[in-house]
């Protein structure tokens, strides 16, 4: 699943990655879920290419930006 993919990438990459939760997902405990296994912004599908472009650009300046 993609919190177990991204706790690898943590683990290899280290924090300087940014990695992006795009999901149908958008309760609070989705959202904490995805904050824990690394992920810097949780955004709730549909989402366009543009918002997500944004969130890696922010490299995570805001710990979680739900979209959607």
């Known amino acids: 699943d993609g919190y177990a993919v991204a706790a690898r990438l943590r683990e290899r990459l280290g924090e300087g990655v940014v ?6 997902y958008g309760q609070p405990r989705d959202v ?6 690394g ?4 955004l709730v599908k549909p989402v366009d ?3 997500i472009l944004e969130a890696v650009a922010s490299r995570g300046a805001e710990a979680v930006r739900v979209a959607g």
């Open 19 to 24: 990695l992006v939760a795009v999901t149908g």
């Open 32 to 37: 904490e879920r995805s904050v824990g296994a």
């Open 39 to 42: 992920f810097r912004a949780h």
């Open 49 to 51: 290419a543009r918002t």
